[in-house]
């Protein structure tokens, strides 16, 4: 029934900006707690940011705060990450996910994972 597409990703220089898109193909996405992940090559998931349904309640990561926003629009069933001041270390695979748990849930409860979208931020 919930079925995400992330999409924006692409290569940036240091400094630079990207805002991440995540699109849900189901009619249920005002429902949930919405977050964004990412995967690094050899790295474990990380936790990026979450918003719950209403837009009331967010949590960031200490490495992006102060530097990603994220925000979600029901009305078009779609999540977001605005990406500023890029490192190189934020280089990965970003995904978006579903659960029906607050922004304290671990990454254990979120369902109906994206395919992905890379970013690539260069020196």
């Known amino acids: 029934q919930v079925q995400l597409v992330e999409s924006g990703g692409g290569l940036v220089q240091a400094g630079g900006s990207l805002r991440l898109s995540c699109a849900d193909s189901?009619?249920?996405?005002?429902?949930?707690?919405m977050g964004w992940f990412r995967q690094a090559p050899g790295k474990e998931r990380e936790f990026v940011a979450a918003?719950?349904?209403?837009?009331?309640?967010?949590r960031y990561a200490d490495s992006v705060k102060g530097r990603f926003t994220i925000s979600r629009n029901n009305a078009k069933n779609t999540l977001y990450l605005q990406m500023n001041s890029l490192k190189p270390e934020d280089t990965a695979v970003y995904y978006c996910?579903?659960?029906?748990?607050?922004?304290?849930?671990?990454?254990?409860?979120?369902?109906?994972w994206g395919q992905g979208t890379q970013v690539t931020v260069s020196s």
């Open positions: 996910a579903a659960t029906t748990g607050n922004v304290y849930s671990p990454a254990s409860t979120y369902r109906n």
């Open positions: 918003v719950t349904n209403s837009g009331t309640y967010i």
């Open positions: 189901g009619r249920t996405f005002s429902t949930y707690t």
